[in-house]
Structure formats: structure tokens, C-alpha cells
């Protein structure tokens, strides 16, 4: 039986305003926090990007200047 997301298509705002018409229920709650889920995975994964490069970047720096210190 395959069973496909009917709220997979709305845009985030149809989403929002079907969920304000429908009121309480638990599938347009359930598709936010699907979505949710999924943008902050991606979200995750970039910041660890840029974490690791920042690292990268402050050890270049670190031994250029420990390179051209007075001895």
C-alpha cells in the first residue's frame, strides 16, 4: 500500500493557513514538524562546515604568525 503525503506539496505559507482553517490536527502538526526536522538536519550539517573551516583558518593563521615572530 503506498501512502503518499498529501500535505508534501503545500508551500510552508498553504500549509500554515490550512492548518489556521483546519484547527487541531495532528497531520498538518506532524508535516511542520517533518519539515522542521529536515531544515534543521541541512542546517546542522552547514554549521559543521563552517565550524571546521574556521578551525582550519585559525590554525593557518596561528603558525603563520608563529612562523614570522622575532626570534
Given at each position: 500500500?503506498?501512502?503518499?503525503?498529501?500535505?508534501?506539496?503545500?508551500?510552508d505559507?498553504?500549509?500554515?493557513?490550512?492548518?489556521?482553517?483546519?484547527?487541531?490536527?495532528?497531520?498538518?502538526?506532524?508535516?511542520?514538524?517533518?519539515?522542521?526536522?529536515?531544515?534543521?538536519?541541512?542546517?546542522?550539517?552547514?554549521?559543521?562546515?563552517?565550524?571546521?573551516?574556521?578551525?582550519?583558518?585559525?590554525?593557518?593563521l596561528?603558525?603563520?604568525?608563529?612562523?614570522?615572530?622575532?626570534?
Amino acid at each position: 500500500m503506498d501512502r503518499k503525503n498529501p500535505l508534501a506539496d503545500l508551500s510552508d505559507d498553504e500549509l500554515v493557513a490550512e492548518h489556521t482553517i483546519q484547527g487541531a490536527n495532528s497531520h498538518f502538526l506532524s508535516e511542520m514538524l517533518r519539515r522542521h526536522k529536515n531544515a534543521s538536519e541541512v542546517i546542522g550539517k552547514r554549521i559543521w562546515l563552517l565550524n571546521l573551516l574556521i578551525v582550519i583558518l585559525t590554525l593557518i593563521l596561528a603558525v603563520d604568525v608563529i612562523l614570522k615572530w622575532p626570534h
